[in-house]
T-cell receptor, first 113, second 120 residues
Framework: AQSVTQLDSHVSVSEGTPVLLRCNYS??????LFWYVQHPNKGLQLLLK??????LVKGINGFEAEFKKSETSFHLTKPSAHMSDAAEYFC???????????FGSGTRLQVQP | GAVVSQHPSRVICKSGTSVKIECRSL??????MFWYRQFPKKSLMLMAT?????????EQGVEKDKFLINHASLTLSTLTVTSAHPEDSSFYIC????????????????FGPGTRLLVL
C-alpha cells in the first residue's frame, strides 16, 4: 500500500520570496514520486518527477524537489515565487506494479503582491 | 510533449440520462489509461484503470455497472456514466501512459483537461 501526505492545505507567500510545499510519502516499493500543478480551470501539468535517479530533481518554471529516503519526504521548493505560481499543487506517488497514481490532498499556493 | 484530450469539456444533463466522456491520446499510443474523479476543492480519486482490449480494473467502492469504461483502441478510452444522478456531478479527469516510453518516462502519466459533469 502507498500513501502521500501533504502537510499544508494552504501556503501563502509574497512574490519574490521562497516557496516550500511539504510532502511525505509511504510506499512498500522504491517509489516514483511526482509533483503536479493544477491552475483554475486547467488540466494537471507535470512539474517534475523522481524515478530513482538523482535525488535532487529539477522541474519546470524553476521548481525543484529533493527525495530524502531517510525522511520519506519529497518537498517542493522554488527560490523566488511569481504571481503566476498561484495554483493547486499535488504530490503524487506511483505504484510501479499497477502503474496507478495516488494523489495527496493538495496544497493551495497563494502568492501575494 | 504528449497531449491528452477530453470531450466534452463540460456537460449538463438531466437525471436518469447517460453521458459518455472521451479520452484521447493525440500523439502517442496508450495501452493503459486511468479515470479519476475530483470533487470541489478535493484531491483526485482513482476510479478505474482502463486497459486496451480488456476489461477495466475498478477501485474499491466504484460501481462498474454505473461507470462503464471501454478502451477500444490504443488512443481512445471512454467513460459512460449511466443513469446519471445529481450525486454523480463532478470533475472527471483521464490520464494516459505512453506505451512506447521506457525507464523513468514510462512512469509519467499525461492528464487530460477534465470534463465537468453537472446532473440536474
Amino acid at each position: 500500500a502507498q500513501s502521500v501526505t501533504q502537510l499544508d492545505s494552504h501556503v501563502s507567500v509574497s512574490e519574490g520570496t521562497p516557496v516550500l510545499l511539504r510532502c511525505n510519502y509511504s510506499s512498500s516499493y522504491s517509489p516514483s514520486l511526482f509533483w503536479y500543478v493544477q491552475h483554475p480551470n486547467k488540466g494537471l501539468q507535470l512539474l517534475l518527477k523522481y524515478t530513482s535517479a538523482a535525488t535532487l530533481v529539477k522541474g519546470i518554471n524553476g521548481f525543484e524537489a529533493e527525495f530524502k529516503k531517510s525522511e520519506t519526504s519529497f518537498h517542493l521548493t522554488k527560490p523566488s515565487a511569481h504571481m503566476s505560481d498561484a495554483a493547486e499543487y499535488f504530490c503524487v506517488v506511483g505504484d510501479t506494479g499497477r502503474r496507478a497514481l495516488t494523489f495527496g490532498s493538495g496544497t493551495r499556493l497563494q502568492v501575494q503582491p | 510533449g504528449a497531449v491528452v484530450s477530453q470531450h466534452p469539456s463540460r456537460v449538463i444533463c438531466k437525471s436518469g440520462t447517460s453521458v459518455k466522456i472521451e479520452c484521447r491520446s493525440l500523439d502517442f499510443q496508450a495501452t493503459t489509461m486511468f479515470w479519476y474523479r475530483q470533487f470541489p476543492k478535493k484531491s483526485l480519486m482513482l476510479m478505474a484503470t482502463s486497459n486496451e482490449g480488456s476489461k477495466a480494473t475498478y477501485e474499491q467502492g466504484v460501481e462498474k455497472d454505473k461507470f462503464l469504461i471501454n478502451h477500444a483502441s490504443l488512443t481512445l478510452s471512454t467513460l459512460t456514466v449511466t443513469s446519471a444522478h445529481p450525486e454523480d456531478s463532478s470533475f472527471y479527469i483521464c490520464s494516459a501512459r505512453d506505451a512506447g516510453a521506457s525507464g523513468g518516462a514510462a512512469e509519467t502519466q499525461y492528464f487530460g483537461p477534465g470534463t465537468r459533469l453537472l446532473v440536474l
